[in-house]
């Protein structure tokens, strides 16, 4: 299979909202509801990917000619690259009727291990999503993030660990999925965390604990102070989404502040290995990746994975030969130009 094989054996299984473009830009599912669209103007993905095409890298080959190396320390696993698949919740809804949650994540997971990345697995209402894709991260070596949503306490607590049971080694929580309406719903209900219940959470998972969904330097202080091991700057885990900024906008500032003390991740309109480097560039530790990793699933299972990350590498490493950088250490602001 190639990768336009496994994109149009997507187009024959996805929909109807996502339509797997030849650029997944935002602009044909716009404001669909549900789907990977948005409520309201349905504008952040466009702004997302649009402001990572207005970031320009310097080229360099004047240079040493030798090996480039993307391999990227987690908390002490090392990847091939600084690259994940973001979690996905819903995905028979948003997507298509193709795989449940728990199908999608006993491909996803497995599939993003043996390609030399991770994947960040999602959550629902249902506590068998959650738990079948903490299993499968287990089965995995703990290759994976399993991702819980700002449940109540007894709730949130009973799903960190039941992760903990299935050998996660790595916990994150959308925070930003508090404007879904869904959890709005619950009793007690779902919700922002003030930064002493964050604490209260991250000292309970007594394991490297990452907030998503942080989109301002005060929000990732926050965050820190809370004991937070790394953050996600992401702006559409709780679709709620007009009138903010593209992550790309505000990565630099947030890595100004907390560059080193914390996991810097980014996710949002990041599309190809170029990307990958411009936002290493801009300060981030590594990057996220949601409706491709979809798209890989649905068009060709683990096999669709691995060609997208291989794909990915490929783009990354011949980013980074042609800016005369050989490793992620060398990756810095300095590449960037400056018109």
């Known amino acids: 299979m190639t990768y ?39 504008t952040v993905a466009v702004r997302n990917y649009e402001a990572w095409q207005q970031v320009f890298l310097n080229m360099d ?13 987690f908390f002490g696993q090392t990847y091939d690259l600084p690259v994940f698949a973001a979690p996905v919740g819903a995905v028979k809804l948003h997507y298509g009727e193709k795989y449940t949650d728990q199908e999608y994540n006993q491909i996803l997971v497995p599939a993003c291990a043996e390609a030399g990345i991770a994947a960040f697995t999602g959550d629902g209402v249902d506590p068998a999503v959650f738990a079948a894709a903490s299993q499968a991260i ?14 109540d306490k007894e709730t949130l607590f009973a799903k960190l660990d039941a992760a903990k049971a299935s050998g996660a080694k790595v916990f994150a929580m959308d925070i930003d999925a508090a404007g879904l309406p ?42 820190l102070e809370a004991g937070a091991a790394g953050i996600v700057v992401s702006n559409h885990g709780g679709r709620v989404q007009d ?60 096999e669709g994975v691995a060609l997208l990350t291989q794909k990915l590498k490929a783009e990354l490493q011949d980013t980074m030969a042609m800016c005369g950088v050989h490793s992620l250490a060398e990756i810095s602001r300095e590449m960037l130009f400056q018109g």
């Open 138 to 151: 287990g089965a995995a070596g703990g290759r994976g993030i399993p991702t819980v949503k700002p449940w």
């Open 182 to 223: 869904f959890l709005k719903g619950l009793n007690p209900p779902a919700g922002p965390k003030t930064t002493q219940e964050l604490r209260e959470i991250v000292e309970y998972a007594q394991v490297p604990f990452l907030v998503k969904g942080v989109m301002t330097v005060k929000g990732a202080l926050k965050a």
């Open 61 to 73: 080959t004047i240079c040493e000619n030798k090996p480039v190396d993307t391999r990227f320390n």
């Open 243 to 302: 009138g903010v900024p593209p992550t790309a906008q505000v990565l630099p500032a947030i890595a100004d502040a907390v560059k080193g003390k914390m996991m810097i991740l980014v996710d949002g309109g990041i599309r190809n290995g170029v990307d990958v480097c411009k936002a290493l560039a801009l300060g981030a530790d590594a990057v996220m990746l949601a409706r491709p990793y979809v798209t890989s699933v649905y068009g060709g299972g683990a």
């Open 4 to 42: 336009q094989e496994m994109l149009a054996a997507a187009r024959a299984c996805s929909g109807p909202y996502c339509k797997v473009c030849p650029v997944c830009n935002g602009k044909a599912c716009g404001a669909t509801m549900p789907g990977p669209g948005a409520k309201g103007s349905g």
